[in-house]
């Protein structure tokens, strides 16, 4: 199957006699009204055009809520004054075809985009929140306190606010354009979405005429310091990070990894970007431990410490493959598609060593200027094991890669002390 | 249905001529043998005992890893060093029948527990894992440079690392427990769980024989600070904080709500209750936004802010049920099984002023003695309207609940500055 849009149809808003049907989705299509609603409704089966439903895994939650009887299974979400505070988009990457295939560029503005199928009666829900927040942040009332960033009312406050817009995305997959990231056909992907996952929604195997899967996985979130419609303007400035969640580092700051460290340090960048003009971005995506999850991430952390020889650089990737299967799984395939619908087509200054976000970002058509590592003071003693064997494995830094003998002397904490 | 434990069945390593079949799960009952193991595997599908799989909503990355060809769909983990670092039980809290319905209190140690099994050519992953951490929290250096918190080496180092035993945790779902939990019958949970969902495991509703179900929703994470086995001697004092997701405060700072100071709080308050002799335990959920997502909770604060009277008090549950439908997406019934697990029969310190956590884990039949709530200078000033919300809503405070007009003259920030 081909990821290029197919011709236009027409919205058909009652497909059945007797009764509205399911409003087809025209992917990549220019316009809302071309494209049709994803509509992953409940409580009006008869509407929906997507395998899956809303809220990726909290659909679970709201499951449990109805058969509490704390939930009504018929409410609709009353959206009144839930529109995006700032307006993103649309730009022409939203109908480049293949451009994006993992969320729905017009999820924040169905209110407008599809007010004409809300009032026919369509249960249509935004995919995308975008809000307004006051971010504060300890390392960054440090780095004010110790001089590296200054206040100036209008992206940092004296009290060392930063002042975000930032947005909520979930998760809205076209499985053409996903099998075509991962190089199979839509056929395999279907059979082995299901099969894989023990099972879930047949519909993947079955309604091969459902195009959209709203897979229930956790999403992501930006954070863009400065005005948004500049992201779109390849002549400002861009500071990006896209970071993909550790809970143990992020909020506990485990010092295993340079998880924490380098999410704040990117903070400080972007900030420090938008202060001379630019515009920074962060993207935090839902993928905890490499997207293996925090169960299998501490079986390998336990493998690692116990090893013959201790915890050792050049030991790293095979001991998560060991356990896992693989080194990683967070396929930063899809990622790019977050950077697509904010316009962007330049990042000046991306604050990463990883080769593949650098090459997903590049592969898809994005320039690259500088690349930003973390600077040595951040690390943790302890996580040196985990750059030292990135850094030999092809990731960016900007000094020599260590050799096999430093590999073996990059040694971390074992588990007793 | 009954949540009492069946009669014990034999396990029947056979069931199938001419080839290995699934084993019985027996829930509740007191020994591994008795019990038999959870077996998710997709790579052996007679062997499956279970709907869904493991890793929760991660399974669907490792489709994706397969689909893109860099996972053999054979793969069985090695379980090799990745035993826990600490025993944790068996307690008599694992087989008191209904006590635990939402994880499998064996399933830290199944290469013990399951050893024959394992052997026998079963797939039996852990559910549970176990591993020691230094966690390094800005917050708490400050603390300790204030004099609030003292180095000593054991529980807190001169660095201000805190060293914990931590444990990741999948859901696993026994649903006749499960159902009872909620007070609705089995069938009406499985049939809401399968058509709430859009059609997820359609097995809910035709496999009334498979009991168990891996729901593909984020798991928990339990810091303990001091001996583990302490948890479970009421003689010890335990300071405790169960703690839902919010990515926003908890990684970023937002500052609309209290999570991340509420939590930052708890962590002192277990680091100086473990230096007193005492045990200290955060236990992280993953329920974003009331377990409602972020998306919501965004479409929500757009909803509070740009409301005629601003964002007061007063109206603070009310806009996230016209969004939600419900207030609290949450459900705190399920939460006190981890305690549980882990043997807690007294918590001492509780740092929280939800009501529903205090209700679900006092009903639960865990005692709780003093309740600590976040020191008012740790607020931040737009969280106000959240606290004085939940205090007049029954939340717990030391002092008086603000009366009708406090709350409409409780005001937070408008979007635009």
Redesign the interface.
């Known amino acids: 199957m081909s990821v290029e849009a197919p011709a236009p149809r027409h919205i058909r808003l009652t497909s059945h006699a007797g009764g509205y049907g399911a409003l087809p989705i025209q992917w990549g299509a220019a316009t809302p009204a071309e494209r049709g609603p994803v509509v ?1 409704t ?1 409580t009006q089966r008869s509407h ?1 055009n ?4 809303h ?19 018929q ?1 609709k ?9 700032d307006e993103i988009g649309p730009y022409p990457q939203w109908s480049d075809p293949g451009r994006i295939v993992s969320l729905d560029p017009w999820g924040a503005v169905v209110s407008q985009a599809f007010a004409a199928e809300l009032a026919a009666g369509y249960d249509i829900r ?14 960054v009332i ?1 780095a004010l306190q110790k001089g590296r960033l200054r206040a100036d009312g209008r992206i940092l406050t004296e009290g060392g ?1 930063a ?1 975000v817009t ?5 998760p809205v997959w076209w499985l053409p354009g996903v ?1 075509d990231r ?3 056909t839509e056929a ?2 279907r059979r ?2 299901f ?9 993947l195997v079955t309604r091969s005429d459902l195009e959209v899967f ?6 992501q ?1 930006v ?1 863009i310091f400065g005005n948004p419609r500049d992201l779109a303007n390849p002549d400002v400035e861009l500071t990006a990070r896209v970071h993909d969640e550790c ?2 580092s ?7 990894c340079t998880c ?1 460290p380098y ?1 704040t340090h990117a903070i400080e960048e972007c900030i420090q970007g938008a202060q001379r003009g630019g515009v920074g971005l962060v993207s ?1 995506s839902r ?2 431990g490499r ?13 690692r410490k ?2 013959a020889g201790g915890d050792t650089a050049d030991q790293y990737f095979a001991r998560t493959e ?5 080194q990683d ?3 930063q ?1 899809l990622m790019p598609d977050v950077l697509h619908w904010l316009g962007v087509r330049r990042i000046h200054r991306l604050v990463s060593m990883s080769n593949m976000k650098y090459d997903a970002i590049a592969g898809s058509g994005i320039e690259i200027g500088r690349r930003v590592n973390i600077p040595d003071e951040l690390i ?1 003693a ?1 996580a040196r094991v985990e750059m030292n064997a990135k850094m030999a494995a092809g990731y960016f830094s900007p000094g020599p890669a260590p050799d096999a003998s430093e590999l073996k002397n990059t040694r971390g ?1 074992r ?1 007793e ?1």
Chains 1, 2 share one sequence.
């Not at 809220?55 to 299974?73: K, P, Q």
Request: aromatic residues 8%; glycine residues 10%; hydrophobic residues 40%.
């Open positions: 992953g409940t929906r997507v395998i899956g439903t809220s990726g895994s909290y659909s679970v939650y709201r499951a449990l809520a109805v058969a509490a009887g704390a939930l009504s299974r409410h979400a009353d959206l009144t004054n839930t529109a995006p505070t935004p995919t995308i929140a975008v809000t307004k927040a006051h971010v504060v942040l300890p390392e440090d606010a002042m930032k947005a909520a995305i979930e099998a991962f190089g199979c395999d992907l082995v979405l099969e894989e996952t023990g099972g879930m929604y047949p519909e709203l897979p229930p996985i956790g999403g979130t954070y809970n143990g992020d909020v506990f700051g485990s010092d295993i924490r999410l935090y993928k905890e997207a293996l999850g925090e169960v299998t991430k501490f079986l390998v952390y336990n493998a116990r090893q060991c356990v896992a299967g693989v799984m967070r396929f395939e943790p302890d904490r588990l002390p």
